[in-house]
């Protein structure tokens, strides 16, 4: 240290000689200001624009000689020349530390001596953040409250929470002095209330610092949260019918997840095991009848609690598909009581066809009263017709019959005489005819 003390001493002498000789107008040292992080490297640049060989030197915060010109003064392994000339001197100084910081002094050996003033900034790096007061699992409905610290920032970093992407601006904040009275210690509390929504969400910290270089150190905590399970039966179709399957699907969820689910039908079990096939959560009627009808019940359990949800059971008729019946009637015999039978025959035969056709669709139930209505008013109109006609033809054959009958005895004096004159135009009269229809 002498060694050098006094080596400084000669080396300010040999320079104060110099200028009395050569004179410093316009010499003045010129320096900046450097921030570095910790860890890194900072260069000490002193430039001289007008030097007539005047000497330069940087001096440290404690006032210790660096370098004088090109020569190293202070064994400090981390200090190195960078460049040295009449014009500029600059060092670097590697690895650097917190104790680093301050402010170093480049002089200019004029008479007087010029000096210029470079402030060196150490930053801080924050540690990596952690987060605390989570314990796996957290059922729904609870209230958290999570930690994010981080040590050793400085100046002190913020801290910023994230949740699905999206930032939480109310939270806590809290700023520490470390014990070297240089760093910060810096906390962020974040609370809020959990639902089955954060399942398996990741809660963000993220720590900004200047010294990272856009780079934010984050940390991040997967939630776990237990919910009790929500249940939703989907049928296959939306409007059964009566002879066609249907699948109930059983939509369960919850954590943890409930497995398996129970059917019920009206309260009971399902009536009819073989064709009411229960698979996982599925329900398979093979082929539903009226019988079906009814409330079916799909309940899930898991170790928080149980949910059920409901499905009313409507089966349908199968849409009515009937082929159009022709009647034909026939008149075949001549008396009223052979027509009336086969008028009444065929009405018989029409109403059975209309009542079974064998063309309908299986499963089709109820009679078609509109169709029934339809045939019967036919089948009355054609007899009310038959018989009129009938009546019609019996009136003008008796009254001809009657004619012919009195033919002869109406100029004839007595009744003797009529009746032989009646016998006699009988034997001339026209044959009788009969009609048949």
């Known amino acids: 240290v002498c060694f050098f003390f006094l080596c400084n001493l000669s080396l300010v002498s040999a320079a104060a000689s110099k200028n009395k000789v ?55 392994n981390r200090i190195e020349l960078v460049r040295a000339s009449w014009h500029e001197l600059s060092i670097s100084v590697s690895d650097v530390s917190l104790s680093d910081e301050g402010q170093y002094t480049c002089s200019l050996f004029t008479m007087p001596v010029k000096t210029s003033k ?25 209230l958290m409250q999570l930690t994010c610290k981080t040590s050793g920032s400085k100046p002190a970093a913020d801290i910023r929470w994230f949740k699905n992407d999206k930032e939480i601006k109310d939270v806590k904040y809290l700023k520490e002095e470390d014990a070297n009275r240089k760093t910060f210690t810096v906390s962020s509390t974040l609370d809020f209330r959990v639902d089955r929504s954060d399942d398996g969400v990741a809660v963000i910290c993220r720590v900004d610092h200047e010294s990272l270089n856009a780079t934010p150190q984050v940390a991040m905590q997967v939630l776990e949260i237990h919910y009790t399970p929500s249940v939703k039966i989907i049928p296959s179709t939306p409007f059964p019918q009566e002879g066609q ?43 539903l009848n009226k019988t079906d009808n009814g409330t079916y019940r799909c309940e899930a359990t898991n170790t928080i609690g149980q949910s059920s949800a409901e499905y009313v059971l409507i089966v349908h008729d199968v849409p009515n598909t009937l082929l159009p019946t022709t009647i034909i009637p026939s008149l075949t015999t001549a008396t009223v009581t052979t027509t009336v039978a086969i008028t009444t025959s065929t009405t018989t035969s029409a109403t059975t ?67 032989i004159n009646a016998e006699g135009s009988q034997v001339n009269a026209e044959e009788k005819k009969e009609y048949f229809i």
């Open 22 to 76: 050569k004179g410093s107008q316009g010499q003045f040292p010129l320096t900046q200001n450097v921030t570095v992080v910790e860890g890194g490297t900072a260069i000490l640049t002193c430039r001289v624009d007008q030097n007539d060989n005047t000497s330069l030197q940087w001096s440290n915060p404690a006032q210790q000689t660096l370098y004088f010109d090109d020569k190293k003064a202070l064994r400090d």
């Open 118 to 142: 470079a402030y060196l900034t150490v930053l801080g790096v924050p540690e990596k953040p952690q987060i605390s007061g989570f314990s796996s699992p957290v059922m729904e409905g609870d």
């Open 245 to 287: 399957p249907l699948i109930l699907t059983c939509e369960s969820k919850g954590k943890p997840l409930p497995e398996p689910v129970l059917w019920t039908k009206d309260g009971g079990e399902l009536p009819d095991p073989d064709r009411m096939v229960v698979s996982g959560r599925e329900l398979n009627i093979l082929f």
């Open 353 to 419: 066809s209309s009542v079974r056709d064998p063309n309908a669709l299986a499963g089709q139930t109820g009679p078609d009263h509109a169709l029934i209505g339809g045939i019967v008013a036919v089948v009355v109109f054609v007899t009310l017709c038959s018989i009129f006609l009938l009546g019609r033809y019996l009136a003008r054959h008796k009254g001809t019959y009657l004619t012919n009958e009195a033919k002869g005895a109406e100029d004839a004096p007595d009744a003797d005489t009529a009746i």
